[in-house]
């Protein structure tokens, strides 16, 4: 939601009864399909949302990003319970407040991790279980709920939009009956993405209108089909698409072609969306605060490529493989990264040292190729293999790659290399081998391929 479609809509519906929305767990997933990641929102009334899920941004902008969030947003954003928490029925809230000032205060959230993203053939299914704020007409003037992902190399640059792209899943503004599905890509003014529109589609919710129940928002990004598409559901309707072949490739390559997104769930009072359709500036002196964004879940899937549902706790090998997740190691340390998307990578990596990942599911067709994420500040001559092996650290050696001096320690190439055939669930041994006794590589994120 860093920018806008102006198009005016039909008035607002009258207001509905507010819905409970009892919390639902998080459905299991489809026959062939794995989750990659969920949160359900359970936890006692007035918590703060999981940290190792979420990150809570506060203030009017991000140090050294655009002010007002870049939309024009009037509300400061805040890590108070009165904002953002948990309601102790399975629900995340998300309430916009106005003080005796008038100053309004509201909440964004971001997920700690920033490697969504479908594997080669495979289709990621990105989904909320959202109820918009019941709040309609003159009273729902200036609300904008939001449930979308920005790509990886917006965190920490902030100046790279529109190109690293952006997927609105569900916007709402002024309380209509309405959802938004918005593609943002390539360059601002202009550009393919019609920019600061976006290229988008709106519909009435199914039954129950936006506001007064909840319903399912869904984005699916496919990369089993050619061209590859772009998907927006609501209640499991299609109701927007845009496939690869009506964007130039640079464009494409350049939202697609990095590490991955992140998912942001917001409430933002005021700026260019809910102000271009209302015709005049928002909120005003009708809209009232307290109405709150109401998220059951959101969960991430992924395609698995074949009919089997893969073990219950397993990995997709598939799926991009934090370094840090490891269930064991040897020998390495755990340091900040400054590599695209941040957290955590794996370091001081040297001879016979390893690290140990359960349950990694590669399904029925083989997985022959590894790609590792790599940075090496190594001296001259000092270099090292990094190996797959699968059940023991001192197992067969089903490939490897040969690693030196990369530019610096946080200097980050993506390397591939060939493996045998690898099918089934299995535990991954990524295993060091230097001539050396030197440190000689650190390791970000891994993945596997057909």
Known sequence: MLAVATAVL????AAAALSPGAGASVPPPPDGWSLVWSDDFNGSAGALPSSANWIIDTGHAYPGGPGNWGTGEIQRYTADPANVSLDGAGNLRITPLRSSSGEWTSARIETQRTDFKPADGRVLRIEGRIQMPNVTGNQALGYWPAFWALGSPYRGNYQNWPAIGEFDIMENVNGINSVWGVLHCGTNPGGACNETSGLGASRACPGSSCQSAMHTYRFEWDRSVSPNQLRWYVDGQQFHSIAQNQLDATTWANMTGHNGYFLLLNLAMGGAFPNGVAGQGTPTADTVPGRPLVVDYVAVWQSGGSSTP?????????????????QAESGTQLETTTDSGGGQDVGYIGNGDWLRYDGIDFGGTPATQFKARVASGAASGISGLV????????GQVLGSMSVGNTGGWQSWQTVPANISGVTGTHTVYITFSSGQPADFVNLNWFTFSS
């Open 10 to 13: 039909p008035a607002a519906v």
């Open 387 to 394: 190996q797959v092996r699968l059940d023991s650290p001192t």
């Open 310 to 326: 893969p073990p219950s706790g397993s990995v997709d090998a598939r799926s991009t493989i934090q370094a840090e997740s490891r």
